[in-house]
């Protein structure tokens, strides 16, 4: 006999914005040379929240083209001790070959599920993953424009000059003002795709990403409502339930 599994989720009302998001990170156009197994820069944020992506922006006209070059680079995130906390994917990969002047190469941290916390110092790290091979990814800037961290040069800090060209992405905590609590359920959480909502009232739903974007909304009746994500890549996103009166709810939603 098949079973159907409801799971109640226990929802803080809240009126705080979803969209909350904070990033750091440096872009400047500084051609200093510097060549690399491993290139690191350390990094504060200024809020406690999910680390979603980091993103890189080549823009130096000496970076090298790994494009057909069968040399491929991963990113990973230490802590200020040194320690391996996470590797991202990009574009689903655990590494790429995609990387030149004038690129763009967004690490996905989302399936990490990693809290970064406000003010704490960390690691990005780029690595060469194929034969050892140093490589010219960044360009760098010695006047150290980055108040809150360094560049590191395989694994060795390089005080007072930064890495360019790059962006930390966390999506701040989404509740802080809190009013009292409801029941709501979500099922199937995880889900390939299809989450039904049950609601006692009307609502408007509106769904969004990691980094807050509003990818979709619908209104929605007393009773059962499907939200439909099948059109979007695997992740966390976040449902954002407001009712009549204007009190809004949030439950997180994972895609497989």
Known sequence: ????????????????????????????????????????????????????????????????????????????????????????????????????????????????????????????????????IPLFLFGRNNTNPYALGNYFQDNTSISGADAEDWTVNVQANLSSELFEQEKISVYPNPSNGIFNIENEGSTTIEIFDILGNQITTQKATVGTTMVDLNGFTAGIYFAKITTENNQTQTVKLIKQ
């Open 1 to 132: 006999m098949n079973k159907t599994i409801t799971l109640f989720f226990l929802i803080l009302v809240s009126v705080n914005n979803i969209t909350a998001q904070c990033t750091t990170g440096y872009n400047g156009n500084n051609t200093i040379f510097t060549e690399a197994l491993r290139t690191g820069q350390t990094f504060q944020v200024t809020c406690t929240g999910l680390l979603s992506t980091i993103v890189f922006n080549p823009t130096n006209p000496n970076v090298d083209d790994l494009r057909g070059q069968n040399v491929f680079v991963g990113v990973r995130l230490r802590d200020n001790a040194g320690a391996i906390i996470a590797t991202a994917t990009i574009n689903g990969a655990s590494n790429t070959d995609q990387w030149f002047n004038g690129a763009t190469i967004t690490a996905d941290f989302t399936t990490a599920n990693l809290t970064l916390t406000a003010n704490t110092t960390y690691r990005w790290e780029v690595f060469e993953t194929t034969d050892n």
